[in-house]
């Protein structure tokens, strides 16, 4: 049974961080691309952070780079989104996303609230 997991979310004060992390089980992490996405309701889902599956690609939204990383380990299949400089705008549900092109799949967490306000 595929399963990921997001934690690590919560409400931060703006110029805040937090970490959130996603536990994968039920497939060969290391053979997928990881992905986090954030959703504000009534809005599209959008990529904030993607990281290739050997772990040495990366890339991000432009509203988050220089405040945000990305990070994976293939070991404990866990992908991690550290997140500095937190603003208002950052509030959103955030997911986490595993996805292979051959065969091409993909598999979506439940995703943490992320709050950032004073």
């Known amino acids: 049974q595929v399963q990921l997991v997001e934690s690590g979310g919560g409400l931060v004060q703006p110029g805040g961080s937090l970490r959130l992390s996603c536990a994968a089980s039920?497939?060969?992490?290391?053979?997928?691309?990881m992905s986090w996405f954030r959703q504000i309701l009534g809005k599209e889902r959008e990529l904030v952070a993607s990281?290739?599956?050997?772990?040495?690609?990366?890339n991000y939204a432009d509203s988050v780079k220089g405040r945000f990383t990305i990070s994976r380990d293939n070991v404990q299949n866990t992908v991690s989104l550290l997140m500095n400089s937190l603003k208002p705008d950052d509030t959103a549900v955030y997911y986490c996303?595993?996805?292979?092109?051959?065969?091409?799949?993909?598999?979506w967490g439940q995703g943490t609230q992320v709050t950032v306000s004073s």
């Open positions: 039920g497939f060969t992490f290391s053979n997928y691309a």
């Open positions: 990281i290739g599956s050997a772990g040495i690609s990366t």
């Open positions: 996303k595993a996805k292979s092109d051959f065969p091409r799949e993909e598999y």
